[in-house]
């Protein structure tokens, strides 16, 4: 029996993973766990700089975010990674059909090195599922001989320096391979399947013509559903600074999604796309952000409580640079006033939308400010008696990071704004 369960995975941007599969997978492992004894899940990912918790997964930094693809998976055999072991990796492309303690109650002797035997070859091992022993010899020795990406399958690197004590295959026949080399694509479950192993195209959100595959992810993925959602999205930027795939995977295929690139600021890049709007309620979100995967529902259900011409709520914080430590904002004043706002602006610009007519009503955003414009604008629906409205819930994954435009622009040059949008609506 293991007494602290680990589930490990990791995350290498701009393949075929997003962020959207560490919430999925993560959903299946804790909502279909069973005993008190909660697993720890912790995710290995290139684009954080230090750890941070977001509660059903803990984010660690990649020791070399400059290891291409698949690879990244290397570190997983590293010295930095022995203070979780022991721990059960699983692949991102991983369907978890029962409860991911059928594996751990598999392991038996913890000390033992446990890999999935090759699929498409017999006694070779595969990497998508592996027990990790602590102090293991033969996990180290994998990573004293590694120097560098060498071909294409990281696999083929590990063969040569080590072999598993067990494959999962001898002692379950629970995990099912979703390809057979010489047969259709898993398009039922037997009912003994415990995991089903994707492994190479299509991925998981590629094989929703199968019914089983929609519903596992239907389960927790708002982006799979066929609701279209009265809500509208804009991601106005300039270019893309490394994230831009992440915002739009972020967003529920049932909302309208307008991308708006300009060499203007972002006003007057959500502004020219603003008319194309035709949804009931609008929000923006920033190319270096995300929502959250209760954003959309969890906005609309505070607007249809509140009668609220607008809201804002909580926000994830996530630093890029290191020597930070996330956290979670959650606003001081939930319904600020005006006169608020002017002494404090205690909303969080990411978690913010509006019902479209607002725009109708006060105008749009101004484009001769540069840093203080939401403030302004929030200010602007204050003064005319728009009501607020706060929803309890995280809304967005918010990136702090050198290249913000509240890095780049000088202290003075933003002092400055905010005295002038203060002084526009002074009470």
Same mark, same amino acid.
């Given at each position: 029996? @293991? #007494?602290?369960?680990? @589930?490990?995975?990791?995350?290498?941007?701009?393949?075929?993973?997003?962020?959207?599969?560490?919430?999925?997978?993560?959903?299946?492992?804790?909502?279909?766990?069973?005993?008190?004894?909660?697993?720890?899940?912790?995710?290995?990912?290139?684009?954080? =700089?230090?750890?941070?918790?977001?509660?059903?997964?803990?984010? $660690? /930094?990649? %020791?070399?975010?400059?290891?291409?693809?698949?690879?990244?998976?290397?570190?997983?055999?590293?010295?930095?990674?022995?203070?979780?072991?022991?721990?059960?990796?699983?692949?991102?492309?991983?369907?978890?059909?029962?409860?991911?303690?059928?594996?751990?109650?598999?392991?038996?002797?913890?000390?033992?090195?446990?890999?999935?035997?090759?699929?498409?070859?017999?006694?070779?091992?595969? *990497?998508?599922?592996?027990?990790?022993?602590?102090?293991?010899?033969?996990?180290?020795?994998? +990573? %004293?001989? +590694? #120097? &560098?990406?060498?071909?294409?399958?990281?696999?083929?690197?590990?063969?040569?320096?080590?072999? /598993?004590?067990?494959?999962?295959?001898?002692?379950?026949?629970?995990?099912?391979?979703?390809?057979?080399?010489?047969?259709?694509?898993?398009? =039922?479950?037997?009912?003994? *399947?415990?995991?089903?192993?994707?492994?190479?195209?299509?991925? @998981?959100?590629?094989?929703?013509?199968?019914? +089983?595959?929609?519903?596992?992810?239907?389960?927790?993925?708002?982006?799979?559903?066929?609701?279209?959602?009265?809500?509208?999205? #804009? #991601?106005?930027?300039?270019?893309?600074?490394?994230?831009?795939?992440?915002?739009?995977?972020?967003?529920?295929?049932?909302?309208?999604?307008?991308?708006?690139?300009?060499?203007?600021?972002?006003?007057?890049?959500?502004?020219?796309?603003?008319?194309?709007?035709?949804?009931?309620?609008?929000? +923006?979100?920033?190319?270096?952000?995300?929502?959250?995967?209760?954003?959309?529902?969890?906005?609309?259900?505070?607007?249809?409580?509140?009668?609220?011409?607008?809201?804002?709520?909580?926000?994830?914080?996530?630093?890029?640079?290191?020597?930070? *430590?996330?956290?979670?904002?959650?606003?001081?004043?939930?319904?600020?006033?005006?006169?608020?706002? $002017?002494?404090?602006?205690?909303?969080?610009?990411?978690?913010?939308?509006?019902?479209?007519?607002?725009?109708? %009503?006060?105008?749009?955003?101004?484009?001769?400010?540069?840093?203080?414009?939401?403030?302004?604008?929030?200010?602007?629906?204050?003064?005319?008696?728009?009501?607020? &409205?706060?929803?309890?819930?995280?809304?967005?994954?918010?990136?702090?990071?050198?290249?913000?435009?509240?890095?780049?622009?000088?202290?003075?040059?933003?002092?400055?704004?905010?005295?002038?949008? %203060?002084?526009?609506?002074?009470?």
């Amino acid at each position: 029996m @293991i #007494i602290n369960p680990t @589930i490990a995975l990791v995350l290498k941007s701009g393949g075929d993973f997003q962020f959207r599969d560490i919430e999925l997978i993560s959903y299946h492992i804790r909502n279909k766990w069973k005993s008190s004894v909660r697993p720890r899940i912790i995710c290995l990912w290139d684009k954080a =700089t230090d750890e941070y918790d977001l509660g059903y997964v803990k984010i $660690l /930094p990649l %020791k070399d975010p400059s290891i291409i693809g698949t690879w990244a998976r290397i570190q997983l055999y590293s010295p930095q990674m022995e203070q979780y072991k022991p721990f059960l990796y699983i692949d991102l492309d991983t369907a978890v059909i029962q409860s991911l303690e059928n594996i751990f109650d598999l392991v038996g002797d913890p000390t033992k090195f446990i890999t999935l035997e090759d699929f498409y070859q017999r006694d070779k091992l595969a *990497t998508g599922l592996v027990w990790f022993p602590a102090n293991c010899e033969k996990t180290k020795v994998v +990573w %004293k001989n +590694w #120097i &560098g990406p060498q071909g294409w399958r990281m696999d083929y690197f590990i063969r040569k320096y080590t072999q /598993p004590d067990l494959y999962w295959q001898q002692i379950t026949s629970s995990i099912k391979d979703f390809k057979p080399l010489h047969g259709e694509c898993l398009t =039922t479950l037997p009912e003994d *399947t415990g995991l089903v192993c994707f492994h190479g195209h299509p991925r @998981i959100f590629e094989a929703t013509n199968i019914k +089983w595959v929609k519903d596992y992810i239907n389960q927790v993925d708002l982006r799979q559903n066929q609701e279209v959602y009265p809500v509208t999205v #804009i #991601i106005p930027y300039n270019k893309d600074r490394g994230w831009l795939k992440n915002a739009i995977a972020s967003v529920p295929l049932g909302v309208q999604l307008l991308l708006s690139q300009g060499k203007g600021n972002w006003p007057e890049n959500f502004n020219k796309v603003l008319p194309q709007a035709d949804r009931k309620y609008v929000r +923006w979100l920033h190319e270096d952000d995300m929502l959250t995967m209760n954003c959309i529902e969890d906005s609309i259900k505070t607007f249809e409580k509140n009668g609220a011409d607008f809201i804002h709520g909580n926000a994830y914080e996530i630093f890029m640079n290191a020597g930070r *430590t996330p956290g979670q904002y959650k606003p001081p004043i939930q319904k600020p006033t005006l006169a608020d706002l $002017l002494n404090k602006n205690v909303i969080h610009s990411a978690t913010l939308m509006y019902k479209r007519e607002v725009f109708d %009503k006060v105008g749009l955003m101004d484009e001769t400010l540069n840093t203080a414009e939401e403030f302004e604008f929030n200010c602007r629906c204050l003064k005319a008696g728009l009501k607020i &409205g706060f929803c309890n819930s995280f809304l967005a994954w918010y990136r702090r990071h050198p290249q913000q435009k509240v890095r780049t622009v000088s202290k003075q040059d933003k002092d400055l704004e905010r005295e002038l949008v %203060k002084n526009k609506y002074k009470i």
